[in-house]
Nanobody, 124 residues
């Protein structure tokens, strides 16, 4: 059974940094695309970052480009999201998602498995 467990969320002041982690189990991690999405209250789930199963990075959306960075450690079955220069509008629940042999799609419905999410709150 595939499980994804996010951690690292919390409360941070605007301009600060956080690193989210997503530990995966029950899968051959290196063969899976990994992605991060976020959802603010009353809004749709938005794409944040993704890595294909081959390790290529999907272009970041303008909202996070230059501030966020995704990486993976296949030895630890973990994907990370480094978030710098955080803004109030980055406040959301951040979700980790995965798909076997995925290309790192920006579409949420391309991902088969999801974590429970971790709250990130940025104070202005």
């Amino acid at each position: 059974q595939v499980q994804l467990v996010e951690s690292g969320g919390g409360l941070v002041q605007a301009g600060g940094s956080l690193r989210l982690s997503c530990a995966a189990s029950g899968l051959s991690f290196s063969n899976y695309a990994m992605a991060w999405f976020r959802q603010a209250p009353g809004k749709e789930r938005d794409f944040v970052a993704a890595l294909s199963w081959r390790g290529s990075t999907t272009p970041y959306p303008d909202s996070v480009k230059g501030r966020f960075s995704i990486s993976r450690d296949n030895a630890k079955n973990t994907v990370y999201l480094q978030m710098n220069s955080l803004k109030f509008e980055d406040t959301a629940v951040y979700y980790c998602a995965t798909d076997p042999r995925g290309v790192g799609s920006t579409k949420a419905d391309s991902y088969m498995y999801w974590g429970q999410g971790t709250q990130v709150t940025v104070s202005s």
